[in-house]
Structures are given as C-alpha cells and as structure tokens.
C-alpha cells in the first residue's frame, strides 16, 4: 500500500505520475491554497510598466474629472438653492423636490451608461494616436483632411450655385 504523503507537492506529482486526473486537481489547488499571498505595495503595477516601456494605467479621458465635475455642478446646483426666494423654496418643498431628484437620477443613470462609451471611444483615440504618430500615418491623416477639405468645398460651391437666391 502507498504511504499517504501530507506535502501536497508531492501529492500532486504522484498523481500526475499515476494519471490520476481527479486526483492531481485537487492536490494542485491544494498546492496553490497553500502558497504565501505576497501583499503588494503601492505603485507595483506603476514601476513594473515603467520598467518595461509603458506609459501607466490611466483613467480614460478623465474619468475621475468627469466625475468630479459632475458632483461640483451638483453641488452647485443644490448650492444655487439658496439664493431661491422663500416661496419659490416652498414651491419646491410641496412637490417639486421628488420630480428633480427623480431627474437628478435620471440623469446620472444616463451619465453611467454613457461612460462605458467613453472608454471605448478612449480606446478607439488611443489607437488612432498611435496610428498617426509615424511619418506615414501623419502623412495618410494630412491627405485625408486634404481630400475633406476639397470635397467640402466642392459641395458647398455646388449647393452654392443651386440655391434659390440665383433665380432669375
């Protein structure tokens, strides 16, 4: 009979060895339970991109801005409140004060949904950067807006010369 080996190192290439499939699983996620779990320090994934080449993570556009500046417009807009006339104040205090918070909600559901848009837009400038930042791309940029520019000014000559204000 086999002697029952508790280090699950060896447990799990006993397994392995023996084609014991269900086995050697659980010996390796007992494996992997029972390595340390190293505590990172702050700025970790920062110096390894440093080092490496990459620029660090950011938050795409601003994001923290967005929403910063979202809360000071609230802020102020709560703020500008005070400046109401007392009846006005009433007015809202009767009834109007569930409407504009169901607004206020309404609008930032709106704004949460708009920003998974705004990532991907990010991500799509980002690589459209990266496109034009050689020679050829610039070029291929520089050519296209060219060719904008002339069939912009080309429809407007034409729409131009079909308006009304020609008619005899």
């Known amino acids: 009979m086999p002697k029952l080996d508790r280090n ?3 447990r799990w290439l006993a397994a392995e060895r023996a084609t014991r499939d269900d086995e ?7 494996l992997f339970a029972a ?3 190293p505590v990172l320090p702050v700025g970790f994934a920062d110096r390894v991109l440093a080092r490496v080449g990459l620029p ?3 938050t795409a ?33 009767a009834g ?7 607004l206020g909600l309404g609008l930032a559901r709106g704004v949460s949904l708009l920003l998974p848009l705004w990532r991907g837009l990010a991500e799509v400038a980002h690589w459209a950067s990266l496109a034009v930042a050689d020679p050829q791309g610039a070029a291929l940029l520089g050519l296209c807006t060219l ?6 000014r080309l429809l407007y000559g034409l729409l131009d010369e079909r308006s009304p204000r020609y008619a005899d």
């Not at 050697?24 to 007992?30: D, I, N, S």
């Not at 109007?96 to 169901?102: D, V």
Request: proline share 6%; hydrophobic share 70%; glycine share 8%.
């Open 61 to 93: 556009w601003g994001l923290d801005r967005l929403a910063a500046g979202l809360f000071v417009a609230l802020a102020t807009a709560l703020g500008s409140l005070a400046l109401l006339p007392a009846s006005w104040l009433a007015a809202l205090a």
């Open 35 to 37: 390595l340390p779990q």
């Open 8 to 10: 699950p190192l060896t």
């Open 56 to 58: 660090p993570a950011a």
């Open 24 to 30: 050697a699983e659980a010996a390796l996620a007992a």
């Open 147 to 152: 060719l904008s520019a002339m069939a912009a």
């Open 96 to 102: 109007a004060a569930g409407t504009l918070a169901g």
